[in-house]
């Protein structure tokens, strides 16, 4: 039996009959420690009508929160390895993925669609998919279950899975910072304010105060129920002029970075 042949991640072409074997193995190997990461190496079994593949990519997910208890996950593919004869070529097609897993014990399908051209033994890149977690926490289990694109009105590609994958994906939730200052008795007093979607951030925030270009302050203050104060004193503005002020909360595994800006003036 003659297999058609596919390039591997590594751009080394292989038959498929000898590669099989060879993934599930590797990939078994690497189920543990993938439950750490956000990506994995995610072996899929593919067909396109009857020519079959395999389908071995790196599958990188990521998640943020969209309510205090709802999340969007994603996930990103490499380009999809395409066996059909040469001869097939089609301008401006719909490319339609959709990835099935089970996040923290539920299914949930995830979905995404590009429109491009397709053309015989050209790799198909693959559309960024996403879909909707209800109940979320700070971070999701997430196990693939398979895998299909549809290229619409020509062909349907499933893919099953070859062995078992899970990823352990920490949800982000965007923040936003706001930021005040009041200048009174010859001191000034700066309050910055930094919430999130979901979650009170914590850690520090950065003030970085200057007058014109001269830098006056630049300290880090940590975050108390989300809120952050610093006093300057007479010691250092004690000259008179505007005064600007920059507030930066970095980012984290479970936040975003925000930065916020306001002023004061000394008369």
């Known amino acids: 039996m003659k297999f058609p042949t596919i390039k591997a991640r590594s751009s080394r072409?292989?038959?498929?009959?000898?590669?099989?074997?060879?993934?599930?193995?590797?990939?078994?190997?690497?189920?543990?420690?993938?439950?750490?990461?956000?990506?994995?190496?995610?072996?899929?079994?593919?067909?396109f009508g009857a020519s079959e593949f395999v389908y071995a990519t790196a599958a990188?997910?990521?998640?943020?929160?969209?309510?205090?208890?709802?999340?969007?996950?994603?996930?990103?593919?490499?380009?999809?390895?395409?066996?059909?004869?040469?001869?097939?070529?089609?301008?401006?097609?719909?490319?339609?993925?959709?990835?099935?897993?089970?996040?923290?014990?539920?299914?949930?399908?995830?979905?995404?669609?590009?429109r491009g051209d397709f053309h015989g033994g050209v790799n198909v890149p693959m559309p960024p998919m996403s879909g909707t977690v209800t109940g979320a926490a700070k971070r999701l289990a997430v196990e693939v279950d398979s895998l299909k694109l549809t290229v619409v009105d020509l062909a349907e590609i499933p893919c099953t899975l070859e062995v078992p994958v899970s990823v352990d994906v920490p949800v982000v939730a965007t923040t936003t910072s706001k930021a005040t200052a009041t200048y009174?008795?010859?001191k000034a007093k700066l309050v910055t304010t930094v919430k999130a979607v979901a979650g009170t951030p914590t850690g520090k925030v950065t003030y970085l105060v200057?007058?014109?270009t001269k830098k006056v302050a630049s300290e880090k203050v940590p975050l108390a129920k989300g809120k952050a104060t610093l006093v300057l004193t007479k010691a250092k503005v004690r000259k008179k002029g505007k005064y600007t002020v920059k507030v930066t909360y970095p980012a984290s595994t479970y936040f975003t970075k925000s930065t916020a800006k306001t002023s004061f003036k000394v008369t």
């Open 210 to 212: 200057k007058r014109g």
């Open 60 to 114: 990188s997910f990521s998640a943020s929160f969209t309510g205090a208890s709802t999340a969007k996950v994603s996930v990103k593919l490499d380009e999809m390895p395409n066996t059909a004869p040469a001869i097939l070529s089609f301008e401006d097609r719909e490319f339609v993925g959709e990835m099935e897993t089970t996040v923290g014990g539920s299914p949930v399908t995830l979905t995404g669609s590009r």
């Open 184 to 186: 009174k008795k010859r």
């Open 13 to 47: 072409a292989l038959p498929i009959g000898a590669v099989a074997v060879g993934l599930a193995v590797a990939t078994l190997a690497a189920v543990g420690p993938a439950r750490a990461a956000t990506s994995a190496e995610v072996p899929f079994g593919c067909a």
